[in-house]
């Protein structure tokens, strides 16, 4: 079977791996990457519901359960036509390292549903929720797979999935994340992936910049519209930069002078009900009020005058090696990725290229892999979790405040690892190395202390 999604992540931790020289210091890791390159346990299930037209309708579910050595399987389910289980392979074997990172008890895991929800009733919603939820009942619980949303599964979808989950099982536990805030959810949780994307690629700027500089000033071009570009947006906003740009699957929104948090709330209001950019453009006054331009069947990276900061947002191979190239060319010094995989091999290699020959932190292109750059949602999740553990409800501050700790501490690791196991000594650290070297070496101690590896 063909699995480019999940074969492309894999090579890429594979080539970090082989690029250094941790094989060469510690040669028992070799014979780790054949084991947690397989599932756990691969759970494949039909889903069949009643539509709004009385007809019987039939989905493939999944649930890819990768690895629990460092805690419960952690990680998004997925409704969207899209769902293959070579996508759910690469997000599920991201999310293992990618957990890693946030130094929480938390193993890897992915899942979804092959299905669109466009145009489908509240109702109809509901009944696909618990259909889907009847079978995945079986195999999860807060001590044994924790999944959250992702894309096409928002607050909704999981209030839906709880509800199911409760009913089913006779159990009100914090078997799901991202659950609303009167019912065991967390603060920050809706905002922390854009925020923690925000945040890491902060730390990115200081230690290029030894301080000197903020995102004060930025321009700052973004892709994508839903929740994690939306919350990225209005961070940056917050701290003097100007977002130059949104997208979605159909076109993308151009301001030179500026998106504003006005016209981010009413895209976040229309996006629940699926509207298009161009619809929202063209309906609401704030997109009058401060005009701008809408690019049908684009994406924003090569449409954007000079930027100094790119944060991808919206779903994996969505910067090829060709828009890479443009965004050295426009100035860009630093790229942190909000989606999973969202730049191309060939886009990484440019970016890492543009540092490797870089004369200092001033003159590189920073590139921020997606496993670290954009691990804040799954981090406030795990939060989530102690939460419902303590049946407490921590204030948003404290939330912020171990959010940005966690991103901190994670860009500290993926540099460290990164200087530690280089084999060019003379290059700035690559911070794609450094996430994949860090997170593997957790992921791999906790794999041979229990027996999963001998």
Not at 325 to 353: D, H, L, R, Y
Request: charged share 20%; proline share 3%; with cysteine.
């Amino acid at each position: 079977m063909s699995e480019p999604e999940f074969q492309q992540a894999y090579e890429e931790v594979v080539s970090s791996l082989e690029d250094s020289t941790l094989f060469e210091q510690h040669p028992k890791y070799r014979k780790v990457l054949p084991i947690v390159s397989v599932p756990e346990r691969i759970i494949q299930f039909r889903v069949t519901w009643e539509n709004d037209k009385g007809e019987q309708e039939v989905a493939q579910g999944y649930r890819v359960q990768y690895n629990s050595a460092k805690g419960p399987y952690k990680g998004g389910l997925r409704f969207h036509p899209s769902v293959n289980l070579s996508i759910l392979k690469f997000l599920g074997f991201e999310q293992i390292f990618k957990n890693s990172l946030t130094g929480l008890d938390m193993g890897g895991g992915k899942g979804g549903l092959c299905v669109d929800l466009k145009g489908r009733s509240n109702n109809e919603i509901r009944r696909i929720c618990y259909a889907f939820m009847r079978e995945l009942s079986r195999h999860i619980g807060q001590d044994t797979d924790v999944p959250a949303g992702d894309i096409g599964v928002g607050g909704r979808e999981i209030g839906y999935l709880f509800g199911a989950y409760r009913s089913y099982k006779n159990s009100w536990e914090g078997v799901l994340t991202g659950k609303g805030l009167n019912w065991g959810g967390s603060l920050i949780r809706p905002e922390a992936t854009g925020y923690g994307l925000v945040y890491y690629t902060q730390a990115m700027i200081d230690y290029a910049t030894n301080g000197k500089e903020s995102f004060e000033g930025k321009r700052v071009t973004i892709s994508g519209s839903g929740n994690v570009a939306q919350y990225a947006a209005l961070k940056v906003i917050e701290l003097g930069g100007t977002v130059v740009s949104l997208s979605d699957s159909k076109g993308c929104i151009i301001s030179e002078t500026g998106i504003t948090s006005e016209q981010i709330a009413d895209i976040s209001s229309a996006k629940v009900n699926f509207k298009s950019l161009e619809q929202i453009v063209s309906e609401y006054s704030t997109f009058s009020e401060n005009k701008v331009q809408y690019i049908a069947g684009a994406r924003p990276w090569t449409h954007v005058q000079k930027v100094d900061i790119a944060l991808p947002c919206a779903t994996q191979n969505e910067v090829s090696g060709e828009e890479a190239k443009a965004f050295v060319a426009q100035g860009v010094k630093f790229v942190a990725e909000g989606s999973n995989m969202g730049s191309t091999p060939e886009a990484i290699a440019v970016f890492e290229t543009a540092r490797s020959t870089a004369a200092g932190p001033k003159d590189a292109v920073w590139y921020g892999p997606p496993k670290a750059a954009n691990l804040g949602g799954v981090a406030v999740s795990g939060l989530e979790m102690a939460q419902n553990s303590q049946r407490i409800t921590w204030t948003s501050e404290r939330v912020d405040q171990e959010l940005k700790r966690i991103m901190i501490n994670c860009f500290n690791e993926c540099i460290d690892s990164a200087k530690k196991y280089t084999k060019d000594g003379n290059a700035l650290p690559s911070l794609v190395k450094g996430a994949n070297i860090a997170s593997f070496i957790k992921v791999s101690d906790a794999m041979f202390d229990q027996g999963d590896v001998f």
